[in-house]
T-cell receptor
């Protein structure tokens, strides 16, 4: 069965410091991986995705993610965190069994401290 | 703004009642997905429609049903509501994950409907 794990419920980082939000996956076949962000009382906003190609994927708002096949990881990163980055982040993998649904991780709350 | 709209924003109702949630996909998107977000279950896929036909089912209760209309908007019907159905219900849309190149497949989410069952 396919799954996504986000091992940290919460990540705290000081403003201006680099941030990393971790995600590991388990899939059969090629992984199609996504990151979404959810601000309070808002829907999920698409940040970036990995389909194939370059292991470093650049996305919205200065975020990027590094795909590592050997470690089955897809960590979200940003070189310099902003207070406004504080939100709930979800990693997802697209189901490859034919349903096309997304399987989401449990989410990681990012808190950027001023 | 993702281009996906959902109504209503909030819904408060009593146990045993029935409600209908509505979703309009982005222009040009043929697929609609419904997800439930609750504190204890996280984000769970409920059901997917493509161009009016049900394509996939997830953890959807028998008390819940959905449909997609010819204009591609979708409705999620929840009946015999229980306290545990209180959650945020999201709709997402995408072009067509089946036929389109995988590189173009991204689901865009609406703002959600917050359902409170009292």
């Amino acid at each position: 069965a396919q799954s996504v794990a986000q091992p940290e419920d919460q990540v705290n980082v000081a403003e201006g410091n680099p941030l990393t939000v971790k995600c590991t996956y388990s899939v059969s076949g090629n992984p199609y991986l996504f990151w979404y962000v959810q601000y309070p009382n808002r829907g999920l906003q698409f940040l970036l995705k990995y389909i194939t190609g370059d292991n470093l994927v650049k996305g919205s708002y200065g975020f990027e993610a590094e795909f590592n096949k050997s470690q089955t990881s897809f960590h979200l990163k940003k070189p310099s965190a902003l207070v406004s980055d504080s939100a709930l982040y979800f990693c997802a993998v697209r189901d490859s069994s034919g349903t096309y649904k997304y399987i989401f991780g449990t989410g990681t709350r990012l808190k950027v401290l001023a | 703004d993702s281009g996906v709209t959902q109504t209503p924003k909030h819904l408060i109702t009593a146990t045993g009642q029935r409600v209908t949630l509505r979703c309009s996909p982005r222009s040009g998107d043929l697929s609609v997905y419904w997800y439930q977000q609750s504190l204890d279950q996280g984000l769970q896929f409920l059901i997917q429609y493509y161009n009016g036909e049900e394509r996939a089912k997830g953890n959807i209760l028998e008390r819940f049903s959905a449909q997609q209309f010819p204009d591609l908007h979708s409705e999620l019907n929840l009946s015999s509501l229980e306290l545990g159905d209180s959650a945020l219900y999201f709709c997402a849309s995408s072009v067509d994950p089946g036929l389109a190149a995988i590189s173009t497949d991204t689901q865009y989410f609406g703002p959600g409907t917050r359902l409170t069952v009292l």
